[in-house]
C-alpha cells in the first residue's frame, strides 16, 4: 500500500534536510536562550553585588565624615582608628570585600587596606570609588579615594 | 513544488527566522553592560571637582605680580582659583600664575582616573571664552564627561569651575602615573593592610 502511495508528504531525500533545519533551528533558540538567560542572571547577581557596593562605599564616607567631627575633614590618624574592618563586615551582608583608601597626589605615600579572607573562585563581583578629603600629619588637605571591591564565591 | 519541497522550503524559513531571534536574544546582555559605565563617570567627576577644590596646594609659593602674594601651603585650589579668577576678570595676564598653574594640573593629573584626560577651566557667565583652561580647552568634545560648580568672588561676581573628562588616546595609557609609584618595588610603604 505504501509503494503505492504517490499523496505522501515527502520521501527520504526531502525529509533528511527539514529534519535537520527543524532541529537546527530549534538547538539554536534554546541554546541562546539559556545562555541569555544565564547572562542576565549572572548580570543580575553583578548588579545586585553592585548596589551593595555603591551603598557601602556611600555608608563608609559617611562613615569617615562623621569621625571628623571638630575637624573639617577627616585625618589620615583618625582613618586608621576608625574600625573600619568591623564596621564594613556588618555592611556587606555575607559579601566578600577588599577596601582600600589612598591618598592620589603623587608626592603622599599613604594608604590602608583592608580585606575579608575568602578562597575558591569569584562567581560574580561588584566595584565601587568614592572621592573624599583627608588631613595629613602636616595639616594639608589631601584628595583620597575609597575602593571597594566586592564578590562572592 | 510539490509538498515535499515545501516542507523543506518551510523548515529552512523556520532555520533563518531562528538564526535571527537567537541574534537579538544574544544581543540583550550587551546593551545593558554599556549604560553602566557611562554612569559612572559623570557621578566620579563631580566628586573629583569637589575633592580638587578643597584640597590644599601642598607648597609655599609666590605669586608674580605687582606686589608678589605669598601663598601658604594648606590654602586651599578653591581659594586660589578665586584669587587667579578676580584677577584675570578684572584684565589681568595669567603668566605670574604660572607655578600655581603647574601645581593644579599636577594635582588633577594625580587624581583623574588614568583612561580619562582632565581638564579645567574658568569661566566667566558672560563670555564664551574659558578665562583659564588647564592643560587647554578640550579639542574633541565628543564622549566627553563635564561637570561645574559656582564660585563667587569677593565682588560678587561668579564664575563657573568647569572640570571636563575626554577619553585618552591608547598611547597614553601605558605611561606611567604618578599616583601609581607606591605600587613599585623600592617605594616606602608606610601604611598598613589588614586581613578581617
Known amino acids: 500500500m505504501m509503494r503505492t502511495d504517490e499523496s505522501g508528504v515527502a520521501g527520504f531525500l526531502e525529509d533528511l534536510p527539514t529534519l535537520m533545519f527543524v532541529l537546527g533551528g530549534a538547538a539554536l533558540l534554546v541554546s541562546s536562550g539559556l545562555w541569555t538567560s544565564t547572562r542576565l542572571g549572572e548580570q543580575d547577581a553583578d548588579r545586585k553585588l553592585q548596589e551593595l557596593a555603591d551603598r557601602a562605599a556611600d555608608a563608609i564616607v559617611n562613615r569617615l565624615e562623621s569621625i571628623s567631627a571638630g575637624d573639617s575633614v577627616p585625618t589620615f590618624g583618625s582613618i586608621e ?12 551582608d555575607k559579601a566578600h ?12 605615600y599613604w594608604w590602608i587596606s583592608f580585606h575579608s579572607g575568602s578562597t575558591g573562585p569569584i562567581t560574580n563581583t561588584g566595584f565601587a570609588s568614592r572621592m573624599i578629603n583627608a588631613q595629613d600629619g602636616s595639616g594639608l588637605i589631601l ?8 564578590w562572592r564565591n | 513544488m510539490d509538498e515535499g519541497q ?92 604660572g607655578p600655581l598653574n603647574s601645581i593644579i594640573m599636577g594635582l588633577l593629573e594625580d587624581c ?12 566667566y557667565r558672560s563670555f564664551s ?26 565682588d560678587g561676581s561668579e564664575l563657573l569651575v568647569v572640570l571636563v573628562l575626554c577619553p585618552s588616546s591608547p598611547s597614553e595609557l601605558v605611561q606611567l602615573r604618578g599616583a601609581d609609584l607606591h605600587l613599585l618595588p623600592g617605594v616606602p610603604l608606610p601604611s598598613k593592610e589588614v586581613d578581617v
Open chain 2, 112 to 123: 583623574a582616573p588614568p583612561f580619562l584626560d582632565a581638564h579645567l577651566m574658568l569661566v
Open chain 2, 129 to 154: 571664552e574659558p578665562l583659564l583652561a588647564l592643560p587647554h580647552a578640550p579639542d574633541d568634545m565628543s564622549k566627553r564627561t563635564a561637570t561645574s560648580t559656582t564660585m563667587t568672588l569677593e
Open chain 1, 81 to 92: 582608628k576608625a574600625a573600619l574592618p568591623q564596621f564594613v563586615s556588618e555592611v556587606m
Open chain 1, 143 to 150: 584628595v583620597c579615594e575609597v575602593r571597594l571591591v566586592v
Open chain 2, 6 to 97: 515545501l516542507a523543506v522550503f518551510d523548515a529552512v524559513v523556520f532555520f533563518a527566522g531562528a538564526i535571527l531571534i537567537s541574534s537579538v536574544i544574544l544581543a540583550l546582555p550587551g546593551h545593558q553592560t554599556i549604560s553602566n559605565e557611562s554612569c559612572w563617570n559623570s557621578v566620579r567627576a563631580a566628586e573629583l571637582l569637589d575633592g580638587l577644590l578643597s584640597s590644599s596646594i601642598g607648597t609655599n609659593i609666590t605669586i608674580g605680580l605687582e606686589l608678589p602674594v605669598i601663598v601658604p601651603s594648606r590654602t586651599s585650589i578653591r581659594d586660589c582659583l578665586a584669587v587667579e579668577g578676580a584677577y584675570l576678570f578684572t584684565g589681568g595676564e595669567s603668566d605670574g600664575f
Open chain 1, 97 to 108: 570585600f577588599s577596601l582600600n583608601i589612598s591618598a592620589l597626589h603623587s608626592n603622599a
